[in-house]
């Protein structure tokens, strides 16, 4: 990746029992999943959410939004997935990993079960 992606980590109170990597749709941000990130975190989960390029707290001003980049712009969604998907396993080691996507997020997650192993 050309820049940090924006990301929150939600850590339960509890040992966690499994890791979950939150991915967001077309015109969102990870914002949007934050109350079912906490609910999931008080079931035990560390959860991290994070921005796509072009989104929500990756984006320095309203003109950048929805841009990835301009040489193969899928390639930047998976990419950054990737890079979040090793960050979580870095922060769970041993723990289950799993990771969900939603509208486009769901796009970015088949490509990025191709490339990193979850346990679902």
């Known amino acids: 990746m050309t820049h940090k992606l924006y990301h929150e980590i939600y850590r339960p109170t509890v040992t966690a029992k499994a890791a979950v990597l939150l991915i967001h749709g077309m015109a969102e941000h990870s914002g949007r999943y934050g109350d079912f990130a906490e609910f999931l975190c008080g079931?035990?989960?560390?959860?991290?959410?994070?921005?796509?390029?072009?989104?929500?707290?990756?984006?320095?001003?309203?003109?950048?939004?929805?841009f990835f980049r301009k040489e193969n712009p899928a390639g930047a969604l998976v990419e950054g997935a990737v890079e979040m998907a090793k960050y979580m396993k870095s922060l769970s080691p041993g723990l289950p990993q799993f990771v969900l996507g939603h509208s486009m997020g769901s796009f970015v997650t088949r490509l990025l079960i191709s490339k990193v192993n979850f346990d679902g």
């Not at 707290?57 to 950048?64: A, G, L, Q, Y």
């Open 43 to 66: 079931h035990g989960f560390l959860v991290i959410t994070y921005d796509h390029p072009g989104h929500g707290h990756t984006v320095d001003s309203e003109k950048e939004l929805g």
